[in-house]
């Protein structure tokens, strides 16, 4: 293990110590473990030291000593073959270890082709691609997503493996959007799944949790191309909700609201519309529920700059433009952060707001902010909002590991009356038993995973915890 206070279940600290020193001091001690560990490999991709790895966040540093770098999916295959345990690694923006692997991490970055099926109204991408660099392709072919995820820089087959989300009353999640999948299972077979030939294991399949295998390629539904507008108010009364919390969240095609837990209200409320659905206007009035509307564009978190996010004041633009909160070509979010999203049904989204507002004074100061949004329900398996239309209540927190650490039970008591459910991808203290009871098909999904992994090759220490664990 890499790691510096490696820690139970899923959780992991911030750095503790200048990540410089850190490097240097673990170098040494990491040269002997990877020499120890290499496997020979005919036919797969050299295995790659790099050196400590860490997630986006920098929260994490993977264990996995091993990075390799298949080229085709032939030297996947041949990888996957000769491989004792591996686990695929996106672009790394998970908070928790769901990505990392006891011994070999795999990069999809050299699969990377976009096959646009016009008249089939699908594109099928290489497990590499990031949804920033599919989205301008398929616009200028006159295409366009559902719906994309707060930041456009994660990769779509670690999207889907954890159910990311954006918002809106009607988007399913972005895995929702995908209609086959390609993955090597264990014994090195190509397996193809799709929506269509087989829709029951299809819905088991779609977020895999990378526990299927490694993905090497995704179709994914498209529709025409349309603009979005997108416009903010301030200071929205949470009072509101408690009787127009379907219209507030009905008032654009997708809508996030902004809160620091402070005054009883949403500090911002960003309101994304489609321009193309009929009898929309690109603005809206000035007062929204009480709120005002913004003079100025605006960052999430209150006093940040907003040059890193997407453009506001109702100024229509393409879709991948306007749905992530945050532009392609800069760090989104904070950056040195943690997140926690727990789901909860939407028709019980007030209540569920008002228990975790009790715990105001305790959360706002390791806080950067929280956003709401609402995801429709889908059928997927091991989907958050599984069968259950939910409101997504998340929270972006400073690097202060050990104080949101003792928060985080806490707020999970008070949601535990309303069954919330963590993001697969995002830090928790649930209990595997509790998780358990979340998820009804859990039993399928772990049949499932057992048919095209049997010995457990994809299986990792986050898995085996939260999933087998109960
Ligand atoms: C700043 C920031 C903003 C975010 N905003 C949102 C948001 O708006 N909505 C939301 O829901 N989430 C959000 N997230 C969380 C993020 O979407 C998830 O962590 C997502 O899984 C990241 O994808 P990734 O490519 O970075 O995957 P990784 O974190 O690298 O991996 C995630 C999982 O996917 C698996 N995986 C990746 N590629 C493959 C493959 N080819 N085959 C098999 N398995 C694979 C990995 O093994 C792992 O299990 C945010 C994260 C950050 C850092």
Redesign the pocket.
């Known amino acids: 293990m890499i790691l510096l206070h490696p820690v139970p279940c899923t959780l992991y600290p911030v750095f503790p110590m200048d990540k410089r020193d850190f490097l240097k001091t673990s170098a040494t001690a990491l040269t002997g473990c990877i020499l120890s560990r290499m496997l020979p490999a005919q036919n797969a991709p050299p295995t790659h030291e790099t050196g400590p790895r860490t997630?986006?966040?920098g929260n994490l540093t993977y264990s996995a000593p091993n990075l390799l770098e298949p080229g085709t999916v032939d030297e996947l295959r041949a990888a996957v073959r000769t491989h004792r345990h591996l686990?695929?690694?996106?672009?790394?923006?998970?908070?928790n270890a769901?990505?990392d692997s006891p011994e070999n991490q795999v990069s999809?970055h050299a699969l990377n082709s976009i096959d646009l099926d016009a008249a089939g109204r699908t594109v099928t991408v290489g497990?590499g691609i990031r949804y920033g660099d599919l989205a301008p392709v398929i616009d200028a072919r006159g295409f366009a997503l559902h719906n994309l995820?707060?930041?456009p820089h994660?990769?779509v087959?670690?999207?889907i493996?954890?159910a990311?989300?954006?918002s809106g009353l009607h988007n399913g999640n972005l895995a929702t959007a995908a209609s086959a999948i390609e993955?090597v299972a264990a014994n090195g077979d190509l397996v193809h799944l799709s929506r269509s030939a087989d829709p029951e294991h299809f819905a088991g399949a779609a977020v895999?949790?990378?526990a299927l295998?490694?993905?090497t390629r995704v179709t994914l539904d498209v529709q025409p191309t349309y603009q979005v507008a997108q416009t903010v108010y301030l200071d929205l009364p949470f009072s509101v909700l408690e009787h127009h919390c379907e219209e507030v969240f009905a008032s654009g095609y997708s809508v996030s609201l902004f809160t620091d837990w402070q005054q009883g209200r949403a500090t911002q409320v960003w309101i994304k519309r489609r321009t193309d659905h009929t009898g929309t206007p690109a603005t809206l009035g000035a007062d929204f529920f009480g709120a005002h509307r913004a003079t100025e564009n605006m960052h999430p978190i209150l006093g940040h700059s907003a040059e890193a996010c997407t453009e506001q004041m109702g100024v229509p633009g393409p879709w991948y433009e306007r749905l992530p909160h945050f532009k392609m070509n800069f760090t989104?979010?904070s950056g040195q952060e943690l997140?926690t999203e727990y789901f909860v049904p939407f028709d019980r989204a007030y209540a569920a707001i008002r228990a975790v507002e009790t715990l105001r004074d305790r959360i706002t100061p390791h806080l950067f902010v929280t956003e709401l949004r609402a995801i429709a329900a889908d059928n997927l398996w091991m989907s958050m909002a599984h069968e259950r239309r939910s409101l997504a209540i998340h929270f972006t927190w400073k690097p202060e590991w050990p104080q949101v650490r003792a928060i985080l039970p806490q707020i999970e008591a008070r949601l535990r009356p309303f069954e919330a459910r963590p993001?697969w991808?995002?830090l928790f203290t649930v209990p595997p038993a509790q998780l358990d009871a979340l998820y009804p098909r859990l039993a399928d999904f772990k049949t499932l995973a057992a048919r095209y992994d049997p010995d457990g090759k994809f299986r990792n220490p986050f898995l085996s915890t939260n999933l087998y664990g109960s």
């Open positions: 997630n986006w966040a686990r695929a690694l996106g672009s790394r923006h998970s908070f769901i990505a999809l497990a995820a707060s930041l994660i990769s087959a670690g999207a493996a954890t990311t989300h954006g993955f895999h949790l990378g295998g490694i993905l989104p979010s997140q993001h991808a995002k």
